[in-house]
Every structure is written in structure tokens, then in C-alpha cells.
T-cell receptor
């Protein structure tokens, strides 16, 4: 079946550090891939997505590339800010109209 | 544009009590979903609906019931609450449409504690 695995958190970084949050997936066919972000006390918001292999999704300085050969969709940002502190969820959706399957989430804490 | 709203924001129940969580969306979305979020387990799908009058089971449906009598509303019911149902509940909605435009929109959540 479909599944998503993320690196465990919490991840603690200093401001302006480089961020990588690993995400790998198992899926049949060619899923769409998503990163959602959850700020404290709020619901999830779509951060970026990619719908086919080699696509790069980007938003707010974050980016992730859909790598079919390694079944990965790692989230990166070159210079994190305190305001990026949140929980990040990787998710996939089978393009035959399936539901979102979420990873367990990775908590990021950025210190000044 | 309110998006997805949830009522109530917080609730404390005693074991065996019942309650209904209300989700409303004003984006004319066909699909609606109920998730629960527990520490270290991400979001797990409880029930979902692909249109008015339809419901279907998700990953963890036991102990919950849902109804979608109107397109804009999706209700989640707990008939006899148990401590294991202590969680944060999120509602979401999405349009159908092509995969390139698919996005789920989430409500702010309901924090439920069952004692």
C-alpha cells in the first residue's frame, strides 16, 4: 500500500542554518507529492507540491524535488528563520483520485 | 472568505458522553474529510465524503459516525466517548479536479479531551 516516511524530529536549528527534512514514499503508480506546514495552534496549510517526476515545488524559500528513482521528496531551505518553527508533514496522493496519505510529521524549532 | 471552520474549538467530555463536531466550508468543495492528530502519528483519516449524501470509512473509523446532509457541512459524531478518543480533530475539504490543482484546505482543529 501507499505510505510516507519522514525523518524523526524534533529538529533544532539556529537562525540562517540550512534545513533538510527527509521524506521517502512507497506508492503504486505515479502519485502527487505534497509538503504541508502546521504552525502552533493552527490547521495544516499547503506549502508546496509536485505532481510528476523531476518537478520542483517551491514556496516561501522552501523547495522539494520529486525524485522517482529514489522515491523521495526532501524539503530544503537555504536559510531558516525563527518564524519557520512549525511541524512539517510530507504527504502523497495517488492520481487515480485517492486520498492524502501523511507522514508522521517533523517538528522544526529555529532558535535566534 | 472563511474557508473551513470547525465548531467547537475545545471540548472536555466524560467517558460515555456523546457529542457532535461540526465542519463547514464555503468553497463549494465536493470532498470533505475528518482526521485525528495524535503525537508521533501524523494525521489519520477517520471518515470522508465525496459528495452530499455520501460517506465512507477511512483508516480509523471505529467509534465515530459522520453525516453529510448538506454539501457545505460535514458532521463527526462520537456516540459514547472513550479516553482513547482524546485527540485533536481536523476537518478538511477539497475540490475534485485535476491532480495538478488538488489541495486539501484544513480547518483550525478541535481539541477534545475525554476523561
Amino acid at each position: 500500500g501507499n505510505s510516507v516516511t519522514q525523518m524523526e524530529g524534533p529538529v533544532t536549528l539556529s537562525e540562517e542554518a540550512f534545513l533538510t527534512i527527509n521524506c521517502t514514499y512507497t506508492a503504486t503508480g505515479y502519485p502527487s507529492l505534497f509538503w504541508y506546514v502546521q504552525y502552533p495552534g493552527e490547521g495544516l496549510q499547503l506549502l508546496l507540491k509536485a505532481t510528476k517526476a523531476d518537478d520542483k515545488g517551491s514556496n516561501k524559500g522552501f523547495e522539494a524535488t520529486y525524485r522517482k528513482e529514489t522515491t523521495s521528496f526532501h524539503l530544503e531551505k537555504g536559510s531558516v528563520q525563527v518564524s519557520d518553527s512549525a511541524v512539517y508533514f510530507c504527504a502523497l496522493r495517488n492520481n487515480q483520485g485517492g486520498k492524502l496519505i501523511f507522514g508522521q510529521g517533523t517538528e522544526l524549532s529555529v532558535k535566534p | 472568505n472563511a474557508g473551513v471552520t470547525q465548531t467547537p474549538k475545545f471540548r472536555v467530555l466524560k467517558t460515555g458522553q456523546s457529542m457532535t463536531l461540526l465542519c463547514a466550508q464555503d468553497m463549494n468543495h465536493e470532498y470533505m474529510y475528518w482526521y485525528r492528530q495524535d503525537p508521533g502519528m501524523g494525521l489519520r483519516l477517520i471518515h470522508y465524503s465525496v459528495g452530499e449524501g455520501t460517506t465512507a470509512k477511512g483508516e480509523v473509523p471505529d467509534g465515530y459516525n459522520v453525516s453529510r446532509l448538506k454539501k457545505q457541512n460535514f458532521l463527526l459524531g462520537l456516540e459514547s466517548a472513550a479516553p482513547s478518543q482524546t485527540s485533536v480533530y481536523f476537518c478538511a475539504s477539497s475540490s475534485t479536479g485535476d491532480p495538478g490543482r488538488y489541495e486539501q484546505y484544513f480547518g483550525p482543529g478541535t481539541r477534545l479531551t475525554v476523561t
